[in-house]
């Protein structure tokens, strides 16, 4: 143990008495790393690939910085490490940052200057229900199903189950994962009610109301909870559906691409405390990231076989190359030898994937308060003051500049940061065809059938 300490601070040597020829023109211009010695939590998900590829290509180390990465048990304990100073930052759950600010949940102030990915979940259900819901879903001349294949498939199903008296349960990964609303638009769209949470009358469980009971499961124990018949279907990031399929034990029958093009998924997470004690080093780990999500996506994909290679290590995410592969690379399985391309199913950077607008968090927050996690009506300017505090492009756009002007990063790949004003166009590739507006999210809230409306509570 000693041995290795001893080690692990030569190497710090090393990099500090290396740090000035090295960092060169950046270090002049955006100022030294205040602090170099950096720990980074992450869930075994292929979407943590920035962060891995940011440490295995030296992009960490090119901005004077000195990482460990650490896999962490749930979102829960990363998220704790992260306000507790245990880890300095953390890929998350996009909902994380913005229920802690508002305080859902554990209550601290964090932010987030980086937008990990776009798309990169699946809703799979087992084989038994699989079978009853290929009944109600039409097929293509070739006998395969037609996909997108909505939750009116299922619904049937639970209907079934509903009048024998049995619940159907169903799995995701965090109440205010991208996971949970994922599915519950899915469901919702279909008809079926998916639960409100009510936290004022001390209600957390998300089942009032419910024809579907979602709960909470980790991503790598999803296909397990599946084949012991604790649930009967749940929605997680990869390559924990593309498990199921391996093993044999489920069907993915949805990708969040066909829920709603192009979703962001995760971001970075840190304290707004960090970013203001340390701006220096926080600009630099921004600058890694982005060119690790460059080099996820650069040339069609091409670096992708290798990125694969470096998540199935035990350290990363620990799956077969294979099953990371079957969704990485450019296409993904459906049912047992209907694998289908869709080359946008792990987006890092392309479609400005990395810029973290303010439109992405008030669409998390509709969806908190559609359920009842934001038991209150809240204004229009509420909305826009939280995505304010907690996503952060100025911070993305300082970083994102001082790589167009060192010439690792092009101009054309990014918003244009003097006209750009964090919200994107009006969004109408959901699978319900709702149009969401990110500049008016109580009248984007009044439009779903199902759900709270915007000046209604438990």
């Not at 979407?47 to 004077?64: L, R, T």
């Not at 982005?290 to 076989?305: F, K, Q, S, T, Y």
């Not at 479609?351 to 008030?362: E, G, K, L, N, R």
């Amino acid at each position: 143990m000693k041995y290795g300490r001893v080690v692990k601070w030569l190497g710090v040597l090393i990099l500090l008495l290396s740090m000035p020829w090295r960092l060169g023109w950046s270090g002049e211009q955006l100022g030294f790393p205040e602090k170099e010695e950096l720990t980074f939590g992450f869930i075994k998900l292929t979407d943590m690939a920035p962060i891995a590829i940011a440490y295995e290509k030296g992009y960490f180390e090119d901005e004077g910085l000195y990482v460990t990465v650490e896999a962490q048990a749930n979102w829960k304990v990363l998220l704790d490490g992260v306000i507790d100073g245990r880890l300095d930052g953390a890929h998350m759950l996009a909902g994380q940052p913005l229920a802690a600010t508002i305080g859902f949940g554990t209550e601290a102030h964090i932010i987030t200057p980086f937008s990990m990915d776009l798309n990169g979940n699946g809703i799979t259900v087992s084989n038994e229900i699989w079978k009853q819901m290929k009944a109600n879903i039409p097929k293509r001349k070739d006998g395969k199903p037609v996909h997108p294949i909505k939750a009116d498939a299922l619904k049937p199903v639970v209907e079934k189950y509903k009048s024998e008296g049995k619940p159907f349960n169903m799995g995701m990964v965090f109440p205010v994962s991208t996971h949970n609303y994922e599915l519950r638009y899915w469901l919702a769209a279909g008809g079926l009610h998916p639960g409100f949470y009510a936290p004022k009358k001390g209600d957390i469980s998300g089942q009032i109301d419910a024809d579907v009971l979602l709960s909470v499961t980790p991503p790598p124990q999803m296909p397990a909870t599946l084949e012991a018949g604790t649930i009967y279907g749940y929605c997680v990031g990869e390559p924990w559906n593309q498990q199921a399929v391996f093993k044999g034990i489920g069907v993915p029958v949805i990708t969040d691409y066909e829920i709603w093009k192009d979703n962001p998924e995760k971001v970075f997470g840190i304290t707004a405390e960090f970013a203001e004690k340390y701006p220096n080093t926080t600009i630099r780990i921004v600058r890694a990231l982005i060119r690790a999500a460059i080099w996820l996506d650069e040339n069609n994909n091409a670096n992708r076989p290798e990125a694969v290679k470096i998540l199935s290590q035990s350290n990363y995410v620990g799956a077969d190359y294979e099953v990371i592969a079957n969704s990485m690379t450019g296409t993904f399985e459906y049912e047992k030898g209907d694998k289908r391309a869709v080359p946008d199913f792990n987006v890092f950077f392309r479609y400005h994937a990395t810029y973290p607008f303010y439109s992405d968090a008030v669409w998390y927050l509709t969806q908190m308060r559609r359920w009842g996690q934001i038991p209150e009506h809240k204004t229009d300017d509420w909305y826009h003051q939280v995505a304010n505090k907690v996503y952060r492009p100025d911070i993305y756009s300082k970083a994102a500049q001082s790589l167009i002007d060192e010439g690792l990063a092009s101009k054309k790949d990014f918003p244009d940061f003097a006209t750009e004003d964090g919200f994107k166009p009006p969004q109408s590739e959901f699978i319900d065809g709702i149009v969401f507006d990110g500049t008016k999210p109580n009248a984007y809230i009044e439009k779903f059938p199902i759900g709270l409306k915007a000046k209604q509570s438990l």
